[in-house]
């Protein structure tokens, strides 16, 4: 009886078990069929999504290309051959690596970006550039070339600059420098591109120096559509003489550091070109002559004078006599004192129209001040660096007359918090102000400022971190001064290497946030685990 009673449970106990067996295998069974759906699900999903954008056009496709860093877009070309052939042909601008080692691979490069138009060729200055025989290859696949930008290519011959002239007709903008063809290279592009806008020629090696020069330009892009040229840092710049006189569209002229006397190649200029809107001299032999001459370009609106020594106010006043057009006015005196009271009277008699002023080196006094602030009503931008004339009592006059001021730069003048306390009741459309290398000025009185106009951006920097070479330095770029135009820093539209910038450093950030949650995440999961198996 005891012993049937016994089977009788063990029997029962064994149902149980395999009942519980066969639901923990049907449990199974049915998680690894949910498994299977829910990839299933993802799977169509991820399909649906590849097939939406296998029917998107490669306009829409490129467009977004367009709109990526360069990071980004190298590695969207990696996707899938779609992908790496729409951003390809996308690609309107490229910048390469300019050795000699380039040359085998061109033909690969520019079968995959058949759509450049704007090409830089940068080369390091301690290695072999490509020659004449790669740039020939490169504007055979590039014919409809707008831009090109040569450095340091220093393996390049008239030969090479003859080549890709012939190949490239639409060129608008070259920009050379550091490079060692010549004039007969030179006059090729001129010759052979009559569509060029744009020159800028820096440090080129091949121009015989002295009188035996070979003459560069006019040429038919003189003639046909040239409107800027820019020279810097040529032995015998003035080589360029018959080009500059020729351009009969010219209207913007730039000369840095170029050796010469150019009083003598002014007069011929203005004679014939005679819609010159912005001229730029700097560390060039020009004196009141050529100033003079320069004064009969009606049309000028910018002028930049940066240490020109033989400048004076005799010159100046020529300019602001006849030039009433001028909006922007730069001058560098280098502390020759030759550019003061007399000029800058001038200057407020006649531009009225007078926009932005910057003065390096110049000791203006309340006199001028006064009659700039009274008669110019439309300047919005001014600096006043290195002047030992410039004090508190020149600031609350600027405070009081300058309406229509926006953007004021002081630096190294003798201006202390009683001229920072005047700007806080005047300068109704102030909205910038920097203050550099001023000893009066303390964090307290900058501070006292900001609290009593919120609105206003002030940027104060002392120079006391700084050490004696580079504070004492005279050097354009210790006091250069640069405004940026107030319609994009009202806008608030960033340029393309800010935005560029910007959108990096948020991915940047986005994947460190995203990493951070991931390892968060993670951990979590790990302590589950293991506190669901402790317990």
Not at 119 to 128: F, G
Not at 169 to 183: N, Q, R, W
Not at 320 to 333: P, S
Request: hydrophobic share 35%; charged share 25%.
């Amino acid at each position: 009886m005891g012993q049937s009673v016994s089977t009788a449970k063990l029997t029962s106990r064994r149902d149980c078990n395999r009942s519980q067996r066969s639901k923990s295998k049907s449990t199974a069974l049915i998680g690894q069929m949910q498994a299977e759906e829910a990839e299933e699900v993802e799977r169509n999903s991820i399909d649906g999504l590849s097939d939406i954008i296998s029917v998107l056009p490669d306009e829409c496709l490129a467009c977004i290309f367009q709109s990526l860093t360069p990071g980004d877009r190298k590695r969207c070309s990696l996707v899938c051959r779609r992908w790496l052939r729409i951003e390809g042909q996308s690609r309107h601008r490229l910048s390469l690596n300019a050795q000699s080692d380039l040359h085998p691979h061109i033909p690969s490069i520019f079968s995959r970006f058949d759509a450049v138009t704007k090409l830089a060729l940068k080369c390091d200055r301690r290695s072999v550039s490509i020659g004449d025989e790669a740039l020939a290859q490169i504007s055979e696949h590039c014919r409809n070339l707008t831009r090109l930008k040569l450095r340091a290519c220093r393996d390049l011959t008239d030969a090479g600059m003859l080549a890709f002239a012939k190949n490239c007709k639409c060129l608008k903008k070259l920009s050379c420098g550091s490079c060692t063809f010549g004039a007969k290279g030179m006059n090729a592009v001129l010759d052979y591109c009559p569509a060029l806008e744009e020159l800028s020629v820096k440090r080129l090696r091949g121009i015989t120096d002295g009188a035996a020069a070979e003459p560069i330009g006019p040429g038919v892009a003189a003639a046909a559509s040239l409107k800027s040229i820019c020279l810097k840092e040529l032995y015998n710049g003035q080589c360029f003489g018959p080009l500059i006189v020729g351009a009969k569209n010219l209207r913007s002229l730039k000369l840095f550091r170029c050796s010469g006397d150019w009083d003598k190649l002014f007069p011929l200029i203005v004679d014939r070109v005679t819609g010159i809107v912005e001229i730029h001299m700097e560390r060039i032999q020009v004196s009141d002559i050529g100033l003079t001459a320069i004064s009969n370009c009606l049309n000028l609106e910018i002028l930049h004078l940066v240490k020109t020594p033989e400048c004076t106010n005799v010159g100046l006043g020529s300019v602001a006599e006849k030039c009433r057009l001028l909006r922007k006015l730069h001058i560098d005196g280098w502390k020759a004192n030759r550019i003061g009271d007399q000029g800058l009277i001038a200057v407020a008699k006649s531009c009225l129209n007078l926009q932005e002023l910057v003065l390096i080196g110049v000791n203006p006094t309340k006199i001028s001040l006064e009659m700039l602030a009274s008669n110019c009503q439309n300047l919005e931008r001014l600096a006043l660096c290195g002047s030992d004339t410039v004090g508190d009592a020149e600031i609350s006059y600027i405070a009081l007359k300058c309406i229509a001021l926006k953007k004021l730069c002081i630096k190294s003048c003798p201006v202390s918090d009683h001229g920072m306390e005047a700007l806080a009741s005047g300068c109704p459309n102030l909205v910038k102000v920097k203050v550099k290398k001023c000893r009066g000025v303390t964090s307290e009185g900058v501070e006292w400022l900001r609290t009593n106009r919120g609105s206003l951006v002030i940027n104060l920097d002392t120079g006391e971190q700084l050490d004696a070479s580079a504070s004492d330095g005279g050097g354009a770029q210790d006091n250069g001064v640069e405004f940026p135009p107030m319609v994009a820093s009202q806008i608030g539209a960033p340029s393309i290497a800010s935005s560029s910038t910007g959108r990096s450093t948020s991915h940047k950030l986005l994947g460190l946030l995203s990493g951070m949650s991931l390892v968060a995440c993670t951990l979590r999961r790990f302590g589950n685990s293991n506190g669901s198996s402790q317990s």
